[in-house]
C-alpha cells in the first residue's frame, strides 16, 4: 500500500496519479520565513520531475494553452492512526518552466495557499 498519493486536476477533473514524481522525497517540501507577510509558507525546494501519467497530463495541458493551463497537484499522505489520507499539500503548476523531455516532464510547483495571493 501506499503511503502517499499525488493527484493532479486538469480541466476540472482530478486524477490519482499512478506513478509518483521522479525524485519525489518528503524533505523537497521547506519551509520559509516571509519578511512580508511575518509568517512561514511551505515551498518546494526544487522542480519536480512528472512521469508517464503525469508527464501526459502536464503535455496536454501545456501544449492545449501554453503558460496559461491550470492544473494543480494535491500530495496525500496516509495517517497510520486512521488508515486515511490526509491533504499535506496543494499547489499550482507553474508551466513558466516547463522542460519536456523523452520520458519525464519538469515542472515548478507554486504554493496555492494564502502566499500565492
Known amino acids: 500500500m ?9 480541466a476540472g477533473v482530478e486524477t490519482e496519479l499512478a506513478y ?9 517540501m ?3 520565513r516571509s519578511k ?7 515551498s518546494f525546494s526544487i522542480p519536480l520531475r512528472f512521469v508517464k501519467d503525469g508527464a501526459y497530463i502536464l503535455r496536454s495541458a501545456f501544449y492545449t494553452y501554453g503558460v496559461d493551463a491550470a492544473v494543480t497537484v494535491r500530495i496525500c499522505k496516509r495517517n497510520r492512526k486512521t488508515n486515511d489520507f490526509d491533504t499535506k499539500y496543494t499547489g499550482i503548476i507553474d508551466f513558466a ?11 515548478n510547483i507554486k504554493d ?5 495571493y
Not at 509518483?20 to 524533505?27: H, L, R, S, V
Open 97 to 107: 518552466a516547463f522542460v519536456d523531455s523523452a520520458d519525464t516532464v519538469e515542472v
Open 20 to 28: 509518483a514524481p521522479d525524485g519525489w522525497d518528503e524533505e523537497l
Open 30 to 32: 521547506t519551509w520559509e
Open 36 to 42: 512580508k507577510y511575518f509568517g512561514m509558507f511551505r
Open 2 to 10: 501506499k503511503d502517499v498519493k499525488f493527484y493532479l486536476t486538469y
Open 112 to 116: 496555492s495557499g494564502a502566499s500565492a
